[in-house]
């Protein structure tokens, strides 16, 4: 059951008292010049200040409604409640329930309950605030009765405050055995979607016992798209897989241009690994432009560009509406396929008003750049400058990519610079600090590095990868091994399974002598992230250890990951030439 918050406005039937108080002011206001009164309105005048403020319906309902828009569900009942007694509107006493069962106020809930049974005895909600009631006071046979006799009123919608009931009870033990005792064959009767639904409130109260009964015998009565996507969904919960997709796939049968099945089904295959399989399976039935988005997503994970192409095409010929989202997934798809014009030119198209746009303008930058055009990228940078607000979260992207750009051609100097005009706006943004840090640390500044980690730090201590940067950056540079330690320990406890933290942590051990840890902490680092940088420090331990040939293989797996990897060349060079 939900509490019925209202606007500036009050439930149906109050709006009387409202005319009435805008009346009055009205007639206040044209009483300002006076005038002789008849002794008839002399008498009207008195028998309206005879009116005690306790009595005064309109005001009673102005100020509980003050109550409810302050979040004070307690007051607005009692002032609901008193409101109640003074109207013959079944709405305000319905209300005041309401709000009173929303505020646990059950005795309150109680006696005005009974106001709305005698204003409107056949509301559904009466049945539905008594079994609350009852719940509430554990009396669970009350509250049986009570939803029975709601379930036996028949209709479309029956179950529906039923569930509502249950699902506010406090022990939910309790509201399972109530559900398990009035959810039969004969009430449930020949909708599917009746049992389904009580098999999905069986599972939010934690029997899962009850639900995958109620679930079986659905499938087996109906069959139908709804009672096998349920199933699935409740073998998904058993982590049995298998069903879980013939389930899926029967339901789809059924009802193909389920939208909703055929992104859960995709969900399921793409978790599976199979994400070929769920572009497929989206591929059939209506398209839209999430559902476009959804496929090229998959067939990037699953890297197959025949499919990404024929995807391409198909999004290039719908004839639908082609809005900033479709232009920046027809962008991206250009730049997955290598097709870098292409995609320049949707980039482009991104209109100004929309929220990709300045995503689009810095694509734009970096595949001019890429393609050999400078002045192209430097003029779209210069749009996109004057666009970002000064140290914005946009103006930070612009300087961290003008930067990049710069360090791929080998200009460190200018990066760095870049990096400290930036900082002059905002001294303590992270990003710009991190990456100020990182290139000094490239660069042999390991004190300016330093400072700017501690920088970071200062402001987020829990910042895991500060603290593994300057953990690794002390335990490979510098004798500092203890609190390089103790600054990756650190980062570990926030991050456990970051393979760049582990392998920071196995680099220290292996400074420290700790060859057996070393090599287990880097064999988990190279199992989760197998990179250049990983099979350097991996291959080196084992060198050193004495399995020189697996430390070969391991460094000759790092070359084709990354053959021009610094680390890795350097450390091939010290140990093996």
Excluded at 62 to 80: C, M, P, S, V
Excluded at 234 to 263: C, I, M
Excluded at 367 to 381: F, I, R, W
Aim: hydrophobic content about 45%.
């Amino acid at each position: 059951m939900q509490v019925i918050k209202h606007g500036s406005g009050l439930p149906a039937g109050r709006h009387g008292a409202i005319v009435a108080v805008a009346a009055m002011a009205a007639l206040l206001g044209a009483c300002a010049t006076p005038v002789r009164e008849t002794p008839r309105q002399v008498a009207a005048v008195q028998s309206v200040h005879a009116v005690a403020e306790s009595d005064d319906l309109p005001l009673k309902l102005i100020a509980a409604e003050y109550a409810l828009q302050r979040g004070d569900l307690a007051t607005a009942a009692k002032g609901y409640a008193e409101a109640s007694a003074l109207s013959a509107d079944a709405s305000i006493a319905e209300q005041a329930t309401r709000l009173a069962l929303a505020s646990s106020q059950w005795q309150l809930a109680g006696e005005i309950l009974q106001r709305w049974q005698q204003l409107d005895p056949q509301a559904v909600g009466i049945l539905q605030a008594r079994a609350w009631i009852a719940l509430a006071e554990n009396d669970v046979e009350t509250a049986h009765a009570v939803l029975a006799e709601l379930a036996a009123r028949g209709g479309a919608d029956r179950w529906r405050p039923i569930a509502q009931a249950l699902i506010a009870a406090r022990d939910k033990q309790v509201a399972a055995g109530l559900l398990a005792r009035l959810a039969t064959p004969q009430r449930l009767g020949d909708n599917d979607q009746d049992w389904v639904a009580m098999s999905q409130l069986a599972f939010k109260l934690d029997d899962k016992a009850l639900s995958e009964r109620l679930s079986v015998e659905s499938v087996k009565r109906f069959n139908s798209s709804d009672a096998l996507a349920w199933s699935a969904q409740l073998a998904l919960d058993r982590k049995d897989k298998t069903l879980a997709r013939q389930r899926f796939a029967e339901a789809l049968k059924r009802d193909p241009d389920s939208l909703r099945l055929r992104t859960g089904y995709a969900a399921l295959l793409a978790e599976s690994g199979d994400n070929a399989a769920a572009a497929r399976t989206l591929a059939i039935g209506k398209q839209s432009d999430v559902i476009y988005g959804a496929r090229a997503a998959y067939l990037a994970r699953s890297d197959d560009k025949a499919q990404m192409a024929l995807l391409y095409r198909e999004i290039e010929a719908d004839k639908g509406p082609r809005g900033g989202k479709r232009i920046y997934l027809l962008g991206q798809l250009a730049e997955l396929l290598k097709k870098n014009l292409a995609a320049i030119d949707w980039y482009r198209q991104m209109p100004e008003g929309d929220e990709r746009w300045f995503a689009a303008g810095m694509r734009m930058v970096v595949l001019s750049d890429k393609n050999g055009e400078p002045t192209l990228a430097a003029s779209k940078l210069g749009e996109l400058r004057l666009a970002a607000v000064p140290a914005s979260g946009e103006s930070v992207d612009l300087s961290l990519l003008e930067a990049e750009l710069l360090l791929a051609k080998g200009n460190k100097e200018a990066a760095l610079g870049t990096y400290s005009r930036a900082l002059s706006l905002d001294p303590d943004e992270p990003r710009l600090l991190y990456a100020r840090a990182m290139l000094s640390i490239e660069m042999e500044n390991l004190a300016a590095g330093e400072e700017d980690l501690r920088k970071v730090l200062a402001s987020d201590p829990d910042s895991a990868d500060a603290l593994n940067a300057l953990g690794y950056t002390l335990a490979d540079r510098t004798d500092r091994l203890s609190e390089a330690v103790e600054l990756i320990e650190k980062a570990i406890k926030i991050k456990p399974d970051e393979a760049a933290i582990i392998d920071s942590y196995g680099w220290a051990q292996y400074r420290l002598g700790n060859l057996e840890e070393a090599l287990k902490l880097l064999r988990q680092a190279y199992a989760k992230q197998p990179d250049s940088e990983v099979a350097a420090h991996l291959g080196e331990v084992l060198w050193v250890s004495g399995d020189r040939d697996e430390a070969r293989q391991i460094w000759e797996q790092g070359r084709k990951k990354d053959a021009d990897n610094k680390v890795l060349i350097e450390t091939i060079k010290r140990l093996a030439s």
